[in-house]
């Protein structure tokens, strides 16, 4: 029940977005647009549904599985079937997953199933009688889920509560031989934060922010001892832009800095010809408010013309205003929203 109250923050997008990262949207997968944009995928993906574009993969229709369909799961690799069925390779290994049924292995001579074994099922937890006879723990649950027997609950005692959230769930749950999913379930029943969540809570030092789009990100991981993900992934929280070579011959000028605030980020980014995330990164470092601040663009009978003649994002360069603020105008005046893609 716990963790069923618990409710998942938020991510919020910070990315400042440019008319040229906008056009891209739609125009090819969100993981693929990411990469050039050196962005993650759910920032893409949150940033083309707000603003209503179709993705270019669109997902395909749930597929209906008939009992002749999960007949074949198993008895070919998850390809085949797939291939057999014509639908998508991760459907057939999804659904084969769902029921327990064991991936198939070429050459393997079936599991019989003695009297001995089968009695088993249910007197302990799945994978303490895969253990005992030296199978999979899967074929062990995919057999007792065909005799339709209940699994065994696990009676936790104290010194295996003590063991909860003293390290990854996977870990715990190798020690006390139970399930990943049976370690992370009683996790959230006493409320306990994950080892990964309490390791990072302070982790983040000063000093060690410091140190991202210093170096590449793989260098960056290696020195502080964590998975490259872990470090890319603070580091476009952060509106830091990846390390490159020419960053070294890249210093920040007093006259640089004076631009700061100035004019919209991305057009000083423009100019001074460098990446948005450095721009904006650098005047927030410097506490430089961002150009919207200083004032509010007042809207004049010619800057209302442009909304029904140009793309939204067109506007908003001319007008050296935000899209937000192009959409807002529109939707007070009663201007059908028009693509921005044209």
């Avoid at 959230?165 to 715990?172: I, R």
């Amino acid at each position: 029940m716990g963790h069923s109250q618990k409710q998942r923050k938020k991510r919020v997008s910070t990315i400042a977005w440019t008319a040229s990262g906008i056009r891209l949207l739609g125009t090819a997968p969100d993981a693929e647009i990411a990469k050039r944009l050196d962005l993650e995928p759910w920032n893409v993906r949150r940033k083309r549904e707000e603003m209503g574009i179709t993705s270019a993969r669109p997902r395909a229709s749930p597929v209906r599985w008939t009992s002749a369909m999960r007949r074949l799961l198993g008895t070919a690799s998850d390809s085949v079937v797939a291939r057999r069925l014509a639908i998508g390779h991760d459907v057939v290994t999804r659904e084969r997953t769902r029921r327990g049924i064991p991936s198939f292995i070429p050459h393997r001579a079936p599991l019989r199933w003695t009297p001995a074994m089968v009695r088993s099922l249910g007197q302990d937890t799945d994978r303490a009688i895969a253990k005992r006879w030296g199978i999979a723990d899967i074929r062990v649950r995919w057999k007792r889920r065909q005799l339709g027997i209940p699994s065994t609950r696990v009676r936790w005692t104290t010194r295996m509560d003590r063991l909860v959230g003293t390290a990854p769930d996977a870990v715990v749950a190798a020690k006390l031989g139970l399930t990943h999913g049976c370690v992370k379930l009683r996790r959230y029943a006493l409320g306990v934060t994950s080892h990964r969540k309490r390791f990072f809570e302070g982790f983040w030092t000063t000093r060690r922010l410091s140190l991202l789009g210093t170096a590449t990100d793989e260098v960056v991981a290696q020195r502080l001892g964590v998975s490259v993900t872990t470090v890319r992934r603070t580091r476009v929280a952060k509106c830091l832009p990846p390390f490159r070579q020419q960053q070294l011959r890249s210093r920040w000028t007093a006259a640089m800095d004076a631009l700061l605030g100035t004019a919209s980020d991305q057009r000083i980014a423009k100019r001074l010809r460098m990446t948005i995330g450095r721009v904006i990164y650098r005047r927030k470092h410097l506490g430089i408010p961002p150009w919207q601040a200083y004032r509010r663009h007042v809207w004049t009978e010619h800057d209302d013309a442009l909304l029904e003649r140009y793309p939204d994002a067109e506007v908003a360069t001319r007008l050296d205003i935000s899209r937000t603020d192009v959409l807002r105008r529109k939707r007070r005046l009663g201007i059908s929203m028009i693509s921005s893609r044209k």
